[in-house]
């Protein structure tokens, strides 16, 4: 599935409902925080090192909130005609040339400076 | 752009910059949320209706945010092997299962409770 | 009940269960911003308008979830030695000098600007 | 300071700028979510146990944060006349009885599933 069809899908999902009057874009930005925060609490009490492996239910639980996240993403930056993928692509651009590699090499210590992506 | 292409670049991203080292799902799964408020940022005090048109410069910084949530929740995901724009199909043939249309069409007053999508 | 008289009952009660050892200052972190979003999702779909008024059962659930954030945002501060109403208070009276009333008033469309409190 | 100091002054803040006409329960949920999340910037990618120490302006920062959090779930209690003191002192009683010592003491496997506290 591309994003564009993903988009289509969520408008004919939507529109079928007739939800679209509820997809303010302020309301989709406090929905995609309520999911991530379903991920989050998938980790809370997890130990760093254990956060690599989940169990088969919360591995089905992540793979739903992710699902749930990209669905308001993708909603949320439609309204604005904006492609997600694209908007990663974009960024990653801009992160390279903040954090060249040769200076940021290794510096875990400054990581958290460097804010990471 | 396409998910498999992002996420190659964001390997080679992290591998140049060894900073593989910090993303632990947990950690991810932080810095996912922490990418998230700053777009909930942009809309906390505007009205609903106004949410729908944002300044240039908000705009910019919006297109700015939902590239790192994208970053970030295929970063995530890759940890998994989930693909998220597979994993919002998925989780949108489920809601189309759980919401039929004929019995939530219109019904604002339930959107609560049917949770939305 | 004082912050001191929380602060002790809480430590009791994670005392006697043992459960000392998974409040890191990062997994408390996360759970507070996990029980935050469980606010979110009570106004999620509200209009602004009517998040005013809850129906007794999200009334009740808010009551929880605001116990729920209380007692993660003192576990958390207590590991710094950080009491939260002095922190408040501290942090109005920045406010105070960050926002003089007699230059912000009723610049309404100023507000994200300013920041708020 | 207490509660109903905190919350008195919270009033005045906000009356003298004119800035009640912004305190929507529904808008105060999405900024007590937005400073949450500096919190969990903070953390985001230091190990778990090196979270119990911060570095001195960190440690600012995070008594500010603290600050804002204890502000907006103050000025969101009240909108409910609920004492986020007193919910907490409510929920954790709740928390004993869900939660026996004698039951989950030392469980730490079960800590997810008993949901912590």
């Known amino acids: 599935m591309t994003i564009v ?9 939507a529109g ?10 302020k309301n ?6 309520v999911e991530v925060a379903e991920i989050v609490e ?9 956060s690599h492996c989940l169990a088969p239910e919360k591995l089905a639980d ?11 993403l993708t909603n949320l930056a439609h309204k604005f005609d904006i492609d ?4 990663a692509a974009v960024k990653l651009e801009k992160n390279k040339k903040k954090y ?5 090499k290794g510096k875990s ?8 992506g």
């Open 62 to 72: 992540l793979q739903d909130e992710i699902g749930d996240v990209m669905i308001y």
């Open 84 to 87: 997600p993928l694209e908007a």
């Open 109 to 116: 210590a400054k990581y958290t400076e460097y804010g990471g």
């Open 100 to 104: 060249p590699a040769d200076l940021v």
């Open 5 to 13: 069809q993903l988009t289509e899908a969520l408008d004919e999902f």
């Open 42 to 50: 998938l980790f809370q009490w997890v130990k760093e090192g254990d």
């Open 28 to 33: 989709l930005a406090m929905a995609l925080s």
């Open 16 to 25: 079928e409902r007739d939800w679209g009057q509820f997809h303010s874009p």
